[in-house]
């Protein structure tokens, strides 16, 4: 089996294709590797600070807190697993050779199905961690606080602390909670607090356990379509149930490109006119539902100079920020697809590897 060294070393990601399901990607898998992006990355002469918003971690204390559950939730049998528990030389040494400037941290929400008091001590623990973690380092470490989202009082609370406090940068969220999608009228403090704190909420999924069946087989289907699936379904609510009409100022970064959604959304705006019995007349949205696309932050994370071109065509290139999904080998040199997308200016690529992050988590640039 390829290890976790293995890609850090050659950073053959093709290697991935087959560790995950044979799918017969052996053909190539040892071909040659164009010369990859180090630090410190210039465009156009200028040096600039790329910034990974899509990079994971997990800390024992919290697991500690969950008991024998907690290899299962927070080591689950995927490539890069283990080094979710972050060693600082070594996971430095990673962002290096993947020429990343600094990671903004983010835990995969495994508590949302826990009872109130027990997930909000995984909270404070996590986030107590993730403050000293990014005060140890803090021009390469920054942080999304975890947030207790079955309860959205405590989650209001948590924010504002992990903001004002703690130095954090907002907040990761899962795709749904406990089967409530996130339109739903009990999340409006949640999101009134983050408009009011000017900090963002990165959406990442979590799969979808009701289509597990149709999805067994070959592929691993759970995360390669459902994980994509789940975040336009969220994104999808917060546009027609006109949750971002309520909260314009409300900042969303959407993992993996956004899902589908991108790619497909002028389907939305015909949807309520062909299928008017399918919409809610009391829902009357101030603009085209791609319109909100405006006000989404997309990841990287698609892989080719075509797939970020077309997704900077739906959204926009202020809207599309760096994303690797690291320790996870999806992505092990997201700095390069960007530099080789022809269609980008070099301000447009500057933008895109750090310059929109720093705006957008009010961070220095140089």
């Known amino acids: ?217 070959n592929g691993w289907l759970g995360n390669t379509i459902a994980n994509p699936l789940g975040t336009t379904i969220a994104l999808s609510h917060l546009i027609f149930e006109g949750t971002f009409d309520r909260f314009p100022g409300l900042k969303v970064i959407a993992a993996h490109g956004g899902g589908y959604l991108p790619s497909y959304a002028d389907r939305s705006d015909h949807a309520c006119l062909v299928g008017p019995k399918g919409c809610n007349p009391d829902v009357k949205l101030k603009k085209k539902p791609t319109e909100y696309l405006k006000q989404i932050y997309f990841d990287s994370l698609i892989f080719e100079p075509e797939a970020i071109r077309h997704l900077i065509a739906q959204v926009g290139v202020g809207q599309v920020v760096l994303g690797s999904d690291y320790p996870y080998p999806w992505e092990m040199h997201p700095v390069d697809p960007i530099l080789a997308t022809a269609s980008l200016s070099e301000d447009e690529k500057a933008d895109i590897l750090g310059r929109t992050a720093a705006k957008l988590f009010s961070m220095k640039t140089g």
């Open 1 to 217: 089996m390829t290890t976790r060294r293995d890609f850090l070393r050659n950073g053959t990601a093709a290697a991935a294709g087959i560790v995950f399901c044979s799918c017969g990607l052996l053909k190539g898998a040892h071909a040659q590797q164009p010369a990859r992006q180090t630090l410190p990355v210039t465009v156009g002469g200028r040096r600039i600070k790329t910034i990974d918003v899509h990079a994971h971690c997990h800390f024992h204390e919290a697991g500690a807190l969950i008991g024998p559950d907690a290899a299962k939730l927070q080591i689950p049998p995927v490539n890069g697993a283990e080094e979710a528990f972050i060693e600082v030389d070594k996971r430095i040494a990673a962002m290096d050779s993947q020429a990343i400037d600094m990671e903004v941290l983010s835990i995969n929400p495994f508590w949302y199905d826990r009872d109130r008091d027990l997930a909000a001590q995984i909270v404070k623990v996590q986030n107590e961690k993730l403050a000293e973690l990014c005060a140890s380092k803090p021009d390469r470490f920054a942080a999304f606080a975890s947030l207790t989202l079955q309860a959205p009082d405590l989650a209001v609370q948590e924010l504002e602390t992990a903001v004002k406090k703690q130095g954090l940068k907002g907040a990761a969220i899962g795709d749904v909670v406990n089967g409530v999608e996130f339109s739903d009228p009990k999340f409006n403090p949640v999101w009134a607090k983050a408009e009011e704190l000017g900090v963002p909420l990165f959406i990442h999924p979590q799969g979808i356990p009701e289509l597990n069946k149709r999805l067994a087989g």
